[in-house]
């Protein structure tokens, strides 16, 4: 069974610029999150979605947003990009929102914003 | 939303002692607490979770604890190794059944 895919792993994007990360999660995981994470900061949640709707958020500015296709795969975006972006941006799977069960991480997309 | 609070953020052992990482919660109505393990450059991976209806658990070296009366809950490691230094990240699933993580301890153990 496969683990969860992020591409790419790696992005060097400058300042103003705009960019989507993808995520596909794990064969009948239906729900996917998304974290952003920085040395000192923890795992900083963004936002779940299950069935292609955004249930949570997290304290993020409306320049993150993300979607979820039929196949559960889900994708971020990131607009006007500034330097304070620069993280690795992991996403987590988990078979739905309710199962208090292990949620797999993806190996991440490290971005660089200069 | 949920907020979790870890402490200590560094952590340093001797090899062979134990160490001991806390985390508090808000939302008394989480009831999944999983705790995670990220070794330098790899994704964090689960190494063992505690669900609300029972108070402790123990796989082999790892214990966690949890008190709901007082909203906290600690991993132990015994009779640490060098392969156990890693960052580790404590998590609780709140009512909205998002997982908040807490902001990571790095634990170094000194052989």
């Known amino acids: 069974k496969a683990g969860v895919t992020q591409t790419p792993r790696y992005l060097i994007k400058t300042r103003g610029q705009q960019v989507t990360l993808s995520c596909s999660p794990i064969?009948?995981?239906?729900?996917v999150s998304w974290y952003q994470q920085t040395p000192g900061q923890g795992l900083q949640f963004l936002f779940e979605?299950?069935?292609?709707?955004?249930?949570n958020k997290g304290n993020f500015p409306g320049r993150f947003s993300g979607r979820q296709f039929s196949n559960s795969r889900s994708e971020m975006n990131v607009s006007t990009l500034e330097l304070g972006d620069s993280a690795l941006y992991l996403c987590a799977s988990s078979p739905h929102p309710t199962a208090n069960t292990e949620a797999f991480f993806g190996q991440g997309t490290r971005l660089t914003v200069v | 939303g949920e907020n979790v609070e870890q402490h200590p953020s560094t952590l340093s052992v001797q090899e062979g002692d134990s160490a001991v990482i806390k985390c508090t919660y808000s939302d008394s109505a989480s009831n999944y607490f999983p705790w995670y393990k990220q070794e330098l450059g790899k994704r964090p991976q689960l190494i063992i979770d505690i669900r609300s209806n029972v108070g402790e658990k123990k796989d082999q070296r790892i214990a966690v604890t949890l008190n709901k009366t007082a909203k906290h809950f600690s991993l132990h490691i015994t009779e640490t190794q060098p392969e156990d230094s890693a960052v580790y990240f404590c998590a609780a699933k709140g009512n909205n059944n998002d997982m908040r993580f807490g902001a990571g301890t790095r634990l170094t153990v000194k052989p």
């Open positions: 064969s009948g995981h239906r729900s």
């Open positions: 979605y299950f069935s292609e709707t955004q249930r």
